[in-house]
């Protein structure tokens, strides 16, 4: 069973960064592709950010620019670099692991807690 436990959320003026971490445990980590999705209120769970298991990080057009993924096979943790933050990007922010099929990326696990991002204007 695999267990993701996002951290780093909170609130931040516009323009201002935040991290955002996501540890993982209960399965090998570096095996699996992981990204990042962020839900806002009345919308729908939207993906952010993908990284493959070599590394390669793939964005939303909407973050592109802005925001870095990356990870930390040692650690199991993914991470999220929030910079130039906008108000629309508040949102709740959560982890998975991901798996793609096509063009298609799917997330595997159940959604755990999230964590909030607000940007304050």
């Known amino acids: 069973q695999v267990r993701l436990v996002e951290s780093g959320g909170g609130l931040v003026q516009a323009g201002g960064s935040l991290r955002l971490s996501c540890a993982a445990s209960?399965?090998?980590?570096?095996?699996?592709?992981m990204a990042w999705y962020r839900q806002s209120p009345g919308k729908p769970r939207d993906l952010v950010a993908t990284?493959?298991?070599?590394?390669?990080?793939i964005y939303a057009d909407s973050v592109k620019g802005r925001f870095t993924i990356s990870r930390d096979n040692a650690k199991n943790t993914v991470y999220l670099q929030m910079t130039s933050l906008k108000p629309e990007d508040t949102a709740v922010y959560y982890c998975?692991?991901?798996?793609?099929?096509?063009?298609?990326?799917?997330?595997?696990?159940?959604w755990g807690q999230g964590t909030l991002v607000t940007v304050s204007s």
């Open positions: 998975s692991r991901v798996r793609r099929s096509g063009s298609v990326w799917y997330n595997m696990d159940a």
């Open positions: 209960g399965s090998i980590f570096s095996l699996n592709a």
């Open positions: 990284i493959t298991t070599d590394g390669s990080p």
